[in-house]
C-alpha cells in the first residue's frame, strides 16, 4: 500500500496521534488473516476523530494497535507516533510509562476494565501513582477529585465502593476517570457506550465531553453508531475492509459523503427525527479478508463498480477541499442505490383502527420474581417486581413498538405473554380469547398464530439442523405432513429473499442477516396473525439491518401482519412501527400513535428518551437540547407506591411540596392527552 | 387472512424439484466423504464377517482337542496355532470375537442409550423428576457395581451372554448421564430451544430433535470408549469366574490365558490381543467419523468443496 498520508498538512510530529500505513496481520489456521491493511490517521490535539466502521472492519484493532494490546498472534507494521513518541517495536516498559499518562484507553466494557476485588477508589488512586510522585494520601484525593469531576454524586463516599456496587454507567464514568487522572494528549475510546442504555449513553458523551474540555486531550472515538460520531466528532474517517475509506470533517461527511459506502451507511441508518423514510439497505455483506482480490473491496457490493475498479483506490482528496479524501474513483452522483419499493398495505389493514379487530390486548400484567436467601433453609426474601402493570393493544395490520431500557421488563412481558397460561396478574388476551381459560389443546393451537423472532439468529437456530427443517419446525409441530411441511419450504425460503436451495444447508453457512431471514421464515412458516419481535435487528450491523426492516415492512403489508417490536432502539422504532409504548421499570408510561410520541413527547421518561437518542446529523445534534437524567433506575426489588420514575424525573424536581407528596403516595395511572395518546403521568401537560 | 394473502401453501407442482434433505441425508453423505470413518466402518465389518463365516473354513470348533497337537505352532492343519490342550486357537479367537463384538458394542449402546435417556430428561425436565432421577443415578453411583454383578451373574447364568450385555450396561450409564444432564441443562437455556417451545413442540420431541443432536458429540465419544470398557470389565469378571465361562470363550478369556505364553508361544496370546486392538480402533475411528458427520460445523473438507456464496442471496434479498 503505497497510499499518501491521509492528511499531509500536519506533520506527524506535532499531531497528538499519528498513524501511518498500519498493517495489522493475525495468526489464522490458513495462514495470516489481515485485519488492518495500511491505515493513516492524524489526530491534532484538541480534536475528535469518530471511527465509524461496521464490525469486522478492524476499527478496534487501529485502537489496540496504538495501545500496543495486541494479542501476541498479531503482527503489526508501519507506524504510531504519540507527540513524537514511536508506539510500535517499543518495549513493555516504555509502553508502560506511555500508557495512562499520554495515552489513555476507555473500553467498551466497563466491568471487566476495573478489578473486581479492589475498591474504585483505590483503582484510580494506583493510576495516579504509577505516574505521578505523589503520596498514597494525595492520590486518593486526586481520585475523590476525579470522581467528582466524572459526575459521581458523594465521591468521598463511592471511591470506597467495590465494582460490582456500581452500575454499568458509574463504572464507565469511574473508568474515565481514570484515563483522564494523568492529563493524557490522547483519549482513546473503543465503543464506550456501546454496552449502556441510551440516557446513560447520553451522560456518559457529556461526561467524555467534560474530560476533554478539562484536560485538553485529543480523542478518538471509535464506534459504529453514526449518532454518537454526529454528535461528538470534529472529523470522521471511515473504515471498510481494514482500510479508511473515506475521511473528511463531520459536516462535509454527512452532508455529501463522496464513497459509495459511506452513502450506503448513511441511507441504511433509521433516524428517529424523520420516520416513513424507506432505508436503503447495501447489498451483500463486508468481504472475507483473507479472499480480497485486490480490486476495491467494496466493488462487489457497490452499484457503480465496473472494469476502473479492479485496482484498489488509494485514499486522495479531490478539488480545493484536501481534507475531504475518499478511496473511490467515481463521483456518486444522487440516487445511488435503489430505493425500494414498500407495496401498499392491504385492504383489511386500511379500516380505521378502532374497527380493525385486537390481535393482542394486555391489561395490568404483572411478573414478580421471588428472591431466596440461605441454602440449608431456604426463604423468601423479597420480591423483584420484573413487570408492574403493562397495557398494551394491537390491531390486525399495526406494529406496535415496546420501547425500553435494559431492566425494564420487556422480555420478562414477552415471556409472559407467549407463555398463554393465566398470568400472575391481570389479562391476556391474544385473538380475542383470554389466555386464562386456554385448555392444553387450545393453546397449542394458538400457538400457529403467535410466533416469535428472537435476537441473536445464531442462538436462535439449532446448529445442527439444515434450514430446511428449521423452517419446517413449527409446521410439524402444528401437525403438518412431512411431505407438505417440506413443499412449502422453497418458497417461504424465497419470501424472506433466501434461496429455495438453502434448504439443506446449516445456519452457520450463512450471514447474520441471512440467519435473522431463516428466523422470520420458521416464524412465517404457521401463517400467524402476530409477530412478536425481539430485538430483531439490534445484532445486525446498520446495512444489513436495513434489509431485514425492509423485509419486515414488506411482509407486514404483503401477509396483514401484526407485529409486537420490542426494541430498545428508538430510531428503528420510529422507522417501523406505527404505535409506540415505552416501559420504565416494570410499567408502561406513555403510549400512542409512533408520529404523536415523537413530535410531542408527554411523559418526562420519554421526553428524556428521545431528547437522548443520538442523530445522524451533526448540525442537528449540536442545536439539539439535551434532557439528562440524574442517576440510574432505582432496584426493582423495591415496590414503589407512587411513581417509580420520581426519583430521576426533571419535571418532580421543579414541583412543590404539595405536588411532589401525590408523586410519591399515589401511583400515576394512564391518562388520555388527546387523540390516542395515553401518559402515566400526575403532572404532565395535556 | 387477507385475500391477498401470499403466504406460501404446499402446491406439490411447484415444489417438487428442490426438496430439502433432512438431515440424517446430510449426515449419510458426510460420513461417506470422511475416509477413517469409512475405513473404521469396513473393518468392523470384516471382524463380523471373520467372526461369524470364518468358523465353517475350518474343520474345527472351539471345544474340540486335538491330542496329537498341543502348543503346536501354526501350520496348514491349524491355522492359527493350538494351545496347551491341543484347541485349535483360529476356531478359538473366533467364537471368542464373536461373544467380545456383541458384548462389546451392545454393552455400550444400551449404556449411552439409557444415559442420554436418563440425563437428558433429568436435565429438560427439572423439578421433581430431575430429583428423582438424580437420587436413582447417584443411588447406582454408590452400589459397588462388581460385588453385585458377582453375586447376581451365577443366578442368570442360564439365560445366558445377553443378561450379561444387561448387567454390563446397567452399572456403566451413570457418569455419562450425569454429564448429559448438566449439558441439557444448560441447553434448554439456549433460544433454539426456547423457540421450538414457543412453537409448540412438544417436549420430548424437543429431546429427540434438538438437546440430544447438541450432545451426540459427547455421547458418541463416550461410546467409543466404553465399547473398550465393556470388553475389559467383562474380562475382569471373567477371570474371576462370573463372566463367560469354560468351555465357552470370549477374546477377554483367552487374552487371559494366552498372556503368560505371549514370549513362549506367542500365537497364543497375539491373535487374540490383535484381533481386540483392531477391533476398538475400528470402533473410534468409526465414532470420530460419526462425530464429524454429525456435527455440520465441524472439518473443512465440506465447505472447500463447495464455497460458500453469500453475496448471491443478498443482492437479490434487499429488494
Known amino acids: 500500500m503505497t497510499a499518501p498520508p491521509a492528511d499531509a498538512v500536519t506533520p506527524a510530529r506535532t499531531a497528538a496521534l499519528a498513524v501511518r500505513d498500519l498493517h495489522v496481520d493475525f495468526d489464522g489456521p490458513e495462514g495470516p488473516v489481515p485485519a488492518v491493511r495500511g491505515v493513516d490517521l492524524t489526530l491534532n490535539p484538541g480534536e475528535v476523530l469518530g471511527l465509524v466502521g461496521e464490525s469486522g472492519s478492524g476499527k478496534s484493532t487501529v485502537a489496540l494497535a496504538a495501545m500496543g494490546l495486541l494479542p501476541r498472534t498479531a503482527r503489526v507494521r508501519g507506524s504510531v507516533l504519540a507527540g513524537g513518541t514511536e508506539l510500535l517495536g517499543a518495549g513493555e516498559k516504555a509502553l508502560s510509562r506511555l500508557r495512562g499518562s499520554r495515552v489513555a484507553m476507555v473500553f467498551q466494557d466497563p466491568l471487566s476494565a476495573l478489578t473486581p476485588v479492589h475498591r474504585i477508589g483505590d483503582q484510580i488512586a494506583e493510576a495516579v501513582r504509577v505516574h505521578q510522585d505523589v503520596t498514597r494520601e494525595q492520590a486518593r484525593r486526586r481520585a475523590v477529585e476525579l470522581l467528582d469531576l466524572v459526575g459521581i454524586p458523594d465521591p468521598a463516599r463511592r471511591a470506597r465502593a467495590y465494582p460490582h456496587e456500581f452500575s454499568g454507567g458509574m463504572r464507565q464514568r469511574a473508568v474515565i476517570a481514570m484515563a483522564v487522572a494523568n492529563d493524557p494528549d490522547v483519549i482513546l475510546a473503543d465503543e464506550p457506550t456501546t454496552a449502556l442504555d441510551v440516557t446513560v449513553q447520553a451522560q456518559i458523551l457529556d461526561v467524555l465531553r467534560t474530560a476533554r474540555r478539562e484536560t485538553g486531550a485529543a480523542l478518538l472515538l471509535v464506534s459504529h453508531d453514526l449518532g454518537v460520531i454526529a454528535g461528538m466528532a470534529d472529523r470522521v474517517a471511515v473504515m471498510y475492509a481494514g482500510r479508511v475509506v473515506e475521511s473528511a470533517p463531520v459536516d462535509a461527511l454527512f452532508a455529501a459523503p463522496r464513497m459509495p459506502y459511506t452513502i450506503g451507511l448513511l441511507g441504511a441508518v433509521p433516524r428517529p427525527d424523520t420516520g416513513g423514510r424507506p432505508l436503503t439497505p447495501v447489498p451483500g455483506s463486508p468481504p472475507d479478508l483473507r479472499k480480497l482480490s485486490g480490486g476495491c473491496p467494496f466493488a462487489p457490493r457497490c452499484p457503480l463498480a465496473d472494469d476502473a475498479c479492479g485496482d484498489e483506490p488509494a485514499l486522495t482528496g479531490t478539488g480545493d477541499d484536501h481534507d475531504h479524501l475518499a478511496a473511490c474513483v467515481k463521483t456518486p452522483g444522487p440516487g445511488l442505490y435503489p430505493v425500494p419499493e414498500i407495496p401498499p398495505a392491504t385492504a383489511g389493514a386500511e379500516a380505521p383502527r378502532s374497527e380493525r379487530p385486537a390481535v393482542l390486548r394486555v391489561q395490568g400484567l404483572a411478573k414478580t420474581f421471588p428472591v431466596f436467601k440461605g441454602t440449608a433453609f431456604r426463604r423468601r426474601v423479597g420480591s423483584v417486581y420484573a413487570v408492574d402493570g403493562i397495557d398494551l393493544d394491537i390491531r390486525r395490520g399495526e406494529t406496535l413498538g415496546l420501547v425500553g431500557e435494559s431492566g425494564s421488563g420487556k422480555s420478562t412481558a414477552l415471556m409472559e405473554i407467549l407463555r398463554l397460561a393465566a398470568p400472575e396478574a391481570g389479562e391476556v388476551e391474544i385473538l380475542g380469547r383470554s389466555a386464562a381459560g386456554l385448555t392444553k389443546r387450545q393453546a397449542h393451537a394458538l400457538r400457529g398464530s403467535v410466533q416469535i423472532v428472537f435476537q441473536d439468529p445464531m442462538a436462535s437456530l439449532d446448529p445442527r439442523m439444515p434450514v430446511g427443517e428449521i423452517v419446517a419446525e413449527p409446521l410439524r409441530a402444528q401437525g403438518h405432513g412431512r411431505a407438505d411441511a417440506a413443499g412449502r419450504i422453497p418458497r417461504l425460503l424465497e419470501l424472506v429473499g433466501l434461496e429455495a436451495a438453502h434448504a439443506d444447508r446449516f445456519p452457520h453457512e450463512f450471514s447474520g442477516g441471512q440467519r435473522q431471514r431463516i428466523g422470520i421464515a420458521r416464524a412465517l412458516a404457521v401463517e400467524p396473525e402476530l409477530l412478536v419481535l425481539d430485538e430483531p435487528v439490534s445484532a445486525l450491523d446498520v446495512s444489513v439491518q436495513a434489509g431485514v426492516l425492509n423485509l419486515l415492512q414488506r411482509l407486514k403489508r404483503e401477509l396483514g401482519l401484526a407485529y409486537l417490536f420490542v426494541s430498545h432502539d428508538l430510531a428503528v422504532v420510529r422507522h417501523i412501527a406505527d404505535r409506540v409504548s415505552v416501559m420504565y421499570l416494570g410499567r408502561t408510561v406513555e403510549s400512542g400513535p409512533v408520529e404523536e410520541v415523537f413530535a410531542r413527547p408527554r411523559h418526562p421518561y420519554t421526553q428524556a428518551l428521545l431528547s437522548a437518542v443520538p442523530v445522524p446529523d451533526p448540525s442537528r445534534e449540536r442545536a439539539r437540547e439535551r434532557i439528562l437524567l440524574a442517576g440510574d433506575p432505582p432496584s426493582p426489588a423495591v415496590r414503589d407506591e407512587g411513581c417509580r420514575f420520581r426519583g430521576r424525573c426533571p419535571l418532580y424536581a421543579a414541583l412543590g411540596d404539595a405536588e411532589r407528596s401525590r408523586c410519591e403516595g399515589v401511583r400515576p395511572a394512564p391518562r388520555s392527552l388527546g387523540g390516542d395518546q395515553v401518559a402515566a403521568c400526575h403532572f404532565a401537560a395535556g | ?319
Open chain 2, 1 to 319: 387472512m387477507t385475500t391477498t394473502a401470499t403466504v406460501p401453501t404446499a402446491d406439490p407442482a411447484a415444489s417438487a424439484p428442490p426438496a430439502a434433505r433432512g438431515r440424517g441425508r446430510v449426515a449419510l453423505r458426510r460420513f461417506a466423504a470422511n475416509r477413517n470413518a469409512l475405513t473404521g466402518a469396513v473393518v468392523l465389518l470384516l471382524l463380523f464377517l471373520l467372526a461369524f463365516a470364518g468358523p465353517y473354513l475350518t474343520p474345527w470348533s472351539h471345544t474340540d482337542i486335538d491330542y496329537s497337537a498341543l502348543r503346536e505352532a501354526p501350520s496348514a492343519d491349524h491355522w492359527w496355532g493350538t494351545n496347551r490342550i491341543g484347541q485349535d486357537v483360529y476356531a478359538q479367537v473366533l467364537h471368542g470375537l464373536q461373544k467380545s463384538l456383541l458384548i462389546g458394542l451392545l454393552t455400550a449402546l444400551t449404556a449411552t442409550v439409557l444415559a442420554s435417556v436418563v440425563g437428558a430428561c433429568a436435565g429438560y425436565f427439572g423439578g421433581w423428576t430431575d430429583r428423582i432421577m438424580t437420587f436413582f443415578i447417584d443411588l447406582l453411583l454408590v452400589f459397588p457395581a462388581f460385588l453385585i454383578i458377582a453375586i447376581v451373574s451365577p443366578r442368570l447364568r442360564e439365560r445366558g451372554w445377553i443378561v450379561f450385555v444387561g448387567l454390563l450396561a446397567v452399572f456403566g450409564w451413570m457418569i455419562t448421564a450425569r454429564v448429559v444432564r448438566s449439558m441439557t441443562r444448560s441447553l434448554k437455556e439456549r433460544e433454539f430451544v426456547r423457540a421450538a417451545q414457543l412453537m409448540g413442540v412438544h417436549p420430548l420431541r424437543i429431546i429427540a430433535r434438538h438437546i440430544l443432536p447438541n450432545v451426540s458429540s459427547f455421547l458418541i465419544v463416550d461410546a467409543t470408549i466404553a465399547v473398550g470398557g465393556a470388553v475389559m470389565s467383562e474380562t475382569g469378571l471373567s477371570y474371576f469366574g462370573f463372566g463367560v465361562q469354560p468351555p465357552d470363550v470370549s477374546l477377554g478369556t483367552l487374552i487371559a490365558d494366552g498372556s503368560d505364553a505371549a514370549l513362549t508361544y506367542p500365537w497364543m496370546f497375539f491373535f487374540a490381543a490383535g484381533l481386540l486392538v483392531v477391533f476398538v480402533l475400528a470402533v473410534n475411528f468409526l465414532g470420530d467419523g460419526l462425530r464429524d458427520a454429525l456435527d455440520p460445523t465441524s472439518g473443512h473438507h465440506r465447505t472447500r468443496r463447495r464455497p460458500r456464496r453469500k453475496g448471491t442471496t443478498h443482492d437479490r434479498a434487499a429488494r
